[in-house]
């Protein structure tokens, strides 16, 4: 079945073979093949907890195989330390960011091998500045060197990320979901960069969820899935509908049909809300059993609209109203006493709790209802019931309730933690990027979920990313642009052309539909 | 312990993943609670060689009498460094307790004396947690600063002499908290015991503790779990006050006397034993058994030493490479805890003497 359509006779620059990784609990990789040849890009895909990010970290010598070999140009490449890919020429650019936040871009970019003063060995400022500056120029950005990492948005920082990976100057760079922060523009670009790389014959390994990325910049691929290896091939000989099936195991509908059951009866209402200089009188309402989508380039304030409802970030004009009362909270705490629930768009850094368990994450939200009646002690059984619940639910694939979160596949995580934001039912949900990081399989699961919630009567706020998802699933969608309302979309006008022009240009577009 | 020697040893896991996957504790985890507790079964079983004295009755009862106080406080810092904080005030606070409960006691009895103890403590604690959540100084920096002004005004307050207790009032009920054995258990470890299981409570079995777990782990999280900052902080604060409070009652009454100068270094002693337990000081886990175990193990080694004529600088020394013994395997535990190396690294060591077993 893995017919490889290879043509065997230049040798690969990087072969892997039989490649098993084992962690606790988990065979991350199990005799997983793949190689790279020279000047080729190499699309790895496949779904969360496929073994992509896994693969990646043995080659960037951050994991150690269990069994099998690597071989790097024909000789053995056992990487002990990320600075050993480093002098071999591989550079890796993982999905979670490794900046420091209060060094400059330029140090960054430059961390560990900034170039010293003859005499005063001193950082030479002027040259990596410089050098930065040329990078951020091959990516068509303007990012100030000297600025700290900490003030620049996520899509800079991954633009930081990427330079740095250049300026090592490898032979293999090696891309975990390099657009997933991307605006559109700046995910063109990158494109680019990497045919720019190909074309200087170096090799580019890149993993990407998104399959449109793939068949735009690609050589070959191989598709993963629970740890395995699926196939290989020339992209020619293969079509985004095989891939996704290889991917997954089984045919899926692209989108999650909708119901469409909206009733009648507001559920929140924002009338010229505004907090600091991110948000600017935005009006939006959300009824019972509907989903309203919010869309807009990164950084147009939609995670503020998320956290002014969820008390996290105080609101500074304008009014609020939930379930017809005037509503005002003071902090998240106010907003789930009030029924909403919260998923925050940054999984790692504000959504796990890294140090307690699968349950414990999960239950973190419902503590006050698992309380004994009398001896108003947390109750095992009443956790486990919960737990147990959820995890059926949304089909939790973990080895128990006493599991780390950490060790779970990201699409799991993400399981968790809206179980989390769903355990204590509340008639609002505010989910920010549900499916940000998440394989299609648990993808389609997540927005069948959605779908059943506003049967029942929720109402849910989609912050979304991701066009196709936004489209696909909202009943409405608001567009944001700099902080303020710039659209508002239903009907046939919910198209991804009209996002991006209001996003994006002058234009505003708001439908008239009976809303 | 065991003594029979044929007993085959417990047969060997077949692949590491199966045994989390049956979800089975791991040597790891057990590592994690069990470990020091382990490691103080081993010493006291040693005992009989090295120190025979040490298992006389009178003994044994002077060491857990000795223990309470340290182990108390501990009690209290373990929820502070579950948290993702510590509390270096609390050497202050015990010779500040001390000193105002001694002027509580012989300006009302029993009964002042002992609200005096838990009001003074939870009053320091309130203090950090205001200067930490009000003014928002980092909690290292607040209570360092505080460190010293609760011991200043322990001074202020002993300028005219330490504060003592009258040898006259030997009978009185307060002094019995710290000389009386209940069925042969000085009370001062009951007094610790009942801590630890309250303690225990209120990080495994309550909201709030878990609440505190959660801050600890990750703060960001936390908040967009509806948990307060402040809230936890001020918790954890007071709780660390209320358990100087309580362990200066069994420290005073043992000790008879305070000044300023009282228990000087207390406060690291105090974190030592904590972290010798097993919680992280970055937060989000915490071991009231390890713990629990830590302080004995510190008080028994302690004993031992003072027994055998060890001059005190070299207990220091001692307590020192313990801590970082215990650290260093703890350490070694996390890097290598890839595909269960600590496992097998520690399986070699317990198997090797063994013969495989035939049948």
Redesign the interface.
Known sequence: MTADNTSPEDPPLLHVDRLTVEFPGVRALDGVHFDVRGGEVHALVGENGAGKSTLLKVLGGLHRPSAGEVRLGGQPYRPRRPADALHAGIAVIYQEFNLYPDLTVAENVYSGREPYGRFSRGIRYAEINRRSAELFGILGVHIDPAATVDSLTVSEQQLVEIAKALSVDGRIIVMDEPTAALSADEATRLLDVVRRLRSEGRSVVYVSHRLDEVFAVADRVTVLRDGRHVRTAALADTDPDELVRLMVGRDIAAAAPRAGVAGDEVVLDLAGVSAGRQLRDVSLTVRAGEIVGIGGVAGAGQPEVSQVIFGALPITAGTMTFDGAPYRPGSPADAMAAGIGFLHEDRKAAGLLPDLSVRDNLTISVLGRLRHALTRLLSPAAQAGVFADYRNRLAIRTTGPDQLIGQLSGGNQQKVLLGRALAPGGRLLILNEPTRGVDIGAKFEIHQLINELTADGAAVLMISSDLPELLGISDRVYVLAGGQVVGHLTGADLTEENVIMCATTERRIFSPAGV | MSTDTQTPKPARSAP??RA??A?RP?L?KLWDTWGITAILALLLAATPLVAPDFLEFSNLQSVLRESAYLGIVAAGMTFAIASGAFDLSVGGQLALVSVVTLIGYSAGGTALAVAAAVATGLACGLVNAGLITGLRVPPFVATLGTLFVFRGVAYILTQDGPKTLPYDQIGSPFVKIGGLNVAGIPLPFVIMLVVYGAAW?LLR???TG??I??Y???P?????????ETRIRIFVFALVGVSVGIAALTYITRVWTADGSAQDGFELKVIAAVVLGGT?LK???GTLIGTFSAVLLVSVLNDMLVSQGVPSAYQRIVLGCVLIVALTIDGLRTRF????SFRRALSVLVQRPSPVDGA
């Open positions: 590491a993943s989390d996957r979800g791991t790891g409570l079995r309550t909201a878990r609440r777990l959660s600890g782990s990750s960001a999280a936390a908040r967009f779990c509806g948990i307060s992280s937060g989000g886990k805890a890839a595909p269960g």
